[in-house]
């Protein structure tokens, strides 16, 4: 069922989208990548304050290649979740409700998204070039010294993602496998 949301979100849309829904989002979302984590994490740590505030948002595993004459980016397509899966559940803790990247996510992530009521949303990898259709703005904002692993505010318009883990831990990349061997 094709949902569509605005972000920053409201935790009760969160609530609703099951694993499996394809949702377009629009508004105000933000990129980080391993490098920005890391920055992120370690400001945490020395009680700093950090560049974005988690709440209500949604972090785009993004590091754009560099936009072409006319363009507001380049190919924007989804960073393997994984690499962030250890700085995760502390920014999850401080109000994050979304991640967008690829990939299956650590047993560690999915509690904490279930025990914070978030979503993590895939976004169709090697599709960067289309994805980058919906972004009609990107600034950054932190980090600038990282180039594409910078932070960016990105304006979003229908960026079209799918619900792969729900705020009830179901993951659609268990039970699609389960689903295929049924039909098998």
């Given at each position: 069922m094709d949902k569509y949301i605005s972000a920053?979100?409201?935790?009760?849309?969160?609530?609703?989208?099951?694993?499996?829904?394809?949702v377009y989002i629009t508004g105000t979302i933000y990129t980080a990548r391993d490098a920005a984590?890391?920055?992120?994490?370690?400001?945490?740590?020395k009680k700093e304050?950090?560049?974005?505030s988690l709440k209500n948002n949604i972090i785009y595993y993004?590091?754009?290649?560099?936009?072409?004459?006319?363009?507001v980016i380049g190919?924007?397509?989804?960073?393997?979740?994984?690499?962030?899966?250890?700085?995760?559940?502390?920014?999850?803790?401080?109000?994050?409700?979304?991640m967008i990247g690829k990939g299956k996510r650590s047993k560690e992530v999915i509690n904490s998204i279930v025990k914070n009521?978030?979503?993590?949303?895939?976004?169709?990898?090697?599709?960067?070039?289309?994805?980058?259709?919906?972004?009609?703005?990107?600034?950054?904002i932190a980090y600038d010294d990282l180039g594409t692993e910078a932070i960016r505010e990105l304006e979003i318009e229908n960026l079209p993602v799918v619900v792969v883990?729900?705020?009830?831990?179901?993951?659609?990349?268990?039970?699609?496998v389960g689903e295929y061997c049924e039909l098998d």
């Open positions: 920053p979100v409201k935790s009760e849309e969160l609530l609703d989208l099951r694993s499996g829904d394809m984590h890391k920055r992120i994490s370690e400001a945490l740590e304050t950090i560049p974005i993004l590091g754009p290649s560099p936009a072409r004459e006319g363009k190919s924007a397509g989804p960073t393997t979740s994984s690499r962030m899966d250890k700085y995760t559940p502390e920014l999850l803790d401080l109000g994050l409700k979304g009521g978030c979503v993590y949303f895939a976004a169709i990898g090697g599709a960067g070039a289309l994805l980058s259709k919906c972004i009609k703005k990107s600034t950054v883990i729900d705020s009830k831990g179901n993951n659609l990349y268990e039970t699609a």
